[in-house]
């Protein structure tokens, strides 16, 4: 029984943590979706009503932050990304814009 139980957490484990593609909201963290644990403006992603900081991209990625039109401090975008999260911050491996 201990062997069967090992081996369902151990599955679960690998399958919470691998990535997947979504679509999600793209912004930046504290002029967008108030994110306050750091300083600066840093680009963040939002999905299931959550936000999270995002390491593997910069925010100045996808062109000017500050940018009226389409700059991250200045409006919400849609993405698509591919990544995980680990711990409070989303790992990305890929995105691409929507809009």
């Given at each position: 029984?201990?062997?069967?139980?090992f081996?369902?957490?151990?599955?679960?484990s690998f399958?919470?943590?691998?990535?997947?593609?979504q679509?999600?909201e793209?912004?930046?963290?504290?002029?967008?979706f108030?994110?306050?644990?750091?300083?600066?403006c840093?680009?963040a992603?939002?999905?299931?009503?959550k936000?999270?900081?995002?390491?593997?991209?910069?925010?100045?990625d996808?062109?000017?932050?500050h940018d009226?039109?389409?700059?991250?401090?200045?409006?919400?975008r849609k993405?698509?990304?591919?990544?995980?999260?680990?711990?409070?911050?989303?790992q990305?491996?890929s995105?691409k814009?929507?809009?």
């Amino acid at each position: 029984m201990k062997k069967i139980l090992f081996v369902c957490v151990l599955f679960l484990s690998f399958a919470c943590s691998e990535e997947k593609k979504q679509t999600v909201e793209a912004s930046c963290g504290q002029c967008q979706f108030g994110l306050t644990s750091q300083d600066g403006c840093d680009l963040a992603v939002r999905f299931d009503g959550k936000a999270y900081f995002v390491d593997g991209a910069d925010i100045d990625d996808f062109g000017d932050a500050h940018d009226k039109g389409t700059g991250f401090c200045e409006v919400v975008r849609k993405a698509e990304v591919t990544g995980k999260l680990e711990g409070d911050r989303f790992q990305v491996s890929s995105m691409k814009m929507l809009d």
